[in-house]
């Protein structure tokens, strides 16, 4: 009899002291946010935190992975390379991934998920709820302003964030039209198309030191005084996060 309870608290036990490594800022972000901070053990370079880095969670190493000693790897969608993460199944790590469900939904969709892996769905639940009483909280916004979130704007020209990004979700939510929301994912988008009004330019902050200076050279140089510069961190408005309503509510103060 005491053998037979002992096996069947195996699986308990052995869940509740998992070694984790996460991948994709928001994964390590709504792990945080469940209270499974204490499980984590590893992250790639783009999420919060003082673990070890184990470099861009789309360029995966197996080595550095391995050498950690995780139990699970509970990855963001476009973690990678796919013969990685199927050579870290094979040494007998669980290798749990995400589905790519944009928008406010697919983030909901991700705690529940997560929630369910932490063996916290009550807390995922409320996460949801407090995320849902937080931006029906926000006040309207005034007028219907016009936004780009540049990724890139350079020589090379400008790459904005469209439709099924997380920047236009944001944007959506702040109440204001996403200038590049006619095409999906992070596309070039035309210097002349910029002529037909833009409010605000978001960037994420690692994309220059002076933001505002971006003004001063092609091809934001077309719009002259109306041009209006903003960085932001990008593990706040880049991540499929559960700081939703921080990171609208600093679109909105990024506003001129």
Request: hydrophobic letters at 45%; proline letters at 9%.
């Amino acid at each position: 009899m005491t053998r037979l309870l002992g096996l069947l608290l195996l699986p308990t036990l052995a869940w509740a002291q998992p070694k984790l490594v996460t991948t994709g800022a928001s994964v390590t972000q709504i792990v945080q946010a469940l209270g499974g901070d204490t499980y984590i053990v590893g992250t790639d370079s783009t999420s919060p935190g003082e673990h070890p880095k184990l470099g861009y969670f789309r360029q995966l190493g197996a080595e550095g992975v391995l050498s950690l000693a995780p139990t699970e790897i509970w990855a963001a969608p476009g973690t990678g390379p796919a013969s990685v993460l199927a050579q870290l199944a094979d040494s007998g790590i669980r290798v749990r991934q995400l589905p790519a469900e944009p928008g406010l939904e697919g983030l909901f969709n991700h705690i529940q998920t997560l929630g369910q892996w932490l063996d916290k769905p009550d807390r995922a639940e409320a996460l949801v709820t407090q995320i849902q009483a937080g931006l029906a909280a926000l006040p309207p916004l005034a007028g219907k302003p016009k936004a780009l979130f540049l990724l890139g704007a350079g020589e090379r020209g400008l790459t904005a964030a469209g439709a099924q990004t997380w920047p236009d979700t944001l944007m959506t939510l702040a109440g204001i039209d996403n200038l590049a929301a006619s095409q999906n994912g992070y596309k070039a988008f035309s210097r002349e198309m910029l002529l037909a009004g833009v409010d605000l330019i978001l960037v994420p902050e690692h994309l220059s030191s002076d933001p505002q200076a971006l003004c001063q050279s092609p091809p934001l140089d077309i719009l002259g005084p109306r041009c209006h510069v903003r960085a932001l961190p990008a593990d706040l408005v880049m991540s499929q996060g559960p700081a939703v309503v921080e990171a609208v509510k600093a679109i909105r103060h990024a506003l001129p």
